[in-house]
């Protein structure tokens, strides 16, 4: 009867510990999120299938649109200051959909490098880059890139030399902020949609840098 | 109410009201400089109640890191965040 063996208490049969059951019960504002949808369904202001829809719209979107722009500014000179000049402007240029938040792009140089924090929430480009990674949103990076922001990046594997001044930008408001990074060496005989594959979501939003290949 | 200049240098107001507040306490009482002019925005501590907001200028203000925390390790790097006209006074 293999299944009467129980020396190993709290371990899988791989051995390994189970995880806890995330059953506790709701949150105040987990509570009231639910009653506002139950009643704006109920009023025939929104339906189900709207909000299912949105949530899909929103789960699907994912950094390849910021790497389209980043690729563009790349390669464009006069995209480049278009970008610089209205981020969002020169995204809706390209088709995006850029929503109600104004976008700033600032861009990495030989002598600075840019990283976006949101220290009073999750504020994050979702249009351009999807949703937010969860480190993103924990308090250890949205209090220590504001104080510490070195150590922080050398945390990410970014070490930066010290005549590099490091800009942090606070999403504290109305606007949404994509790093636009350094282009990186040897990338002349590149397309701009190879040139997009270089570009990763970390290095958008300044905890990393592009690709070299 | 007089936009200000790029360059000009301000002070974030020490006030600690309650309420829906885009201000991050750990630069209220600190002093930088505007990078730009932003807006006009509506005041998110109206809009958060849904009364109908004052539209106000938004500025990005850039400090340096050494004047926000006195101990920083690289005092010369610098960090933008942005503030409500009302958050702020030329200094």
């Known amino acids: 009867m293999p299944h009467d063996h129980h020396d190993h208490a709290g371990l899988s049969p791989s051995g390994h510990p189970y995880r806890e059951d995330q059953d506790n019960s709701l949150s105040y504002w987990q509570a009231m999120e639910i009653a506002v949808r139950e009643l704006m369904i109920e009023k025939g202001i929104v339906t189900a299938e709207e909000v299912a829809a949105q949530i899909d719209a929103m789960d699907a979107r994912d950094p390849s649109q910021g790497a389209a722009v980043v690729a563009r500014a790349w390669t464009d000179p006069a995209f480049r200051e278009r970008l610089l000049a209205d981020g969002s402007a020169a995204s809706a240029e390209m088709g995006f959909d850029v929503g109600p938040m104004k976008l700033i792009a600032v861009e990495n140089t030989a002598d600075v490098h840019n990283v976006v924090v949101c220290t009073l929430c999750s504020c994050y480009p979702r249009n351009l880059l999807g949703l937010p990674p969860d480190w993103y949103k924990s308090r250890a990076y949205r209090s220590r890139t504001v104080r510490e922001p070195r150590k922080v990046l050398a945390e990410f594997g970014l070490t930066l030399p010290e005549n590099v001044t490091v800009r942090v930008h606070d999403s504290t408001a109305d606007m949404r902020y994509i790093v636009i990074p350094a282009r990186p060496d040897g990338t002349d005989g590149l397309d701009e949609a190879a040139l997009a594959e270089l570009v990763t979501r970390d290095s958008m939003i300044g905890v990393g840098v592009a690709k070299t290949g | ?91």
């Not at chain 2, 958060?48 to 925390?69: I, M, Q």
């Open chain 2, 1 to 91: 109410m007089q936009a200000l200049e790029p360059g000009t240098p301000v002070r974030v107001r020490r006030m600690m009201p309650p309420g829906h507040v885009r201000t991050p306490a750990y630069l209220r009482g600190k002093t930088g400089a505007v990078e730009r002019v932003l807006g006009p925005f509506g005041n998110p501590e109206q809009l958060a109640y849904g009364h109908t907001p004052d539209r106000l200028p938004l500025y990005r203000v850039r400090f340096r890191l050494g004047d926000v925390w006195p101990d920083a390790a690289t005092p010369d790097d610098t960090l933008d965040a942005e503030i409500y006209a009302h958050w702020l006074e030329a200094l």
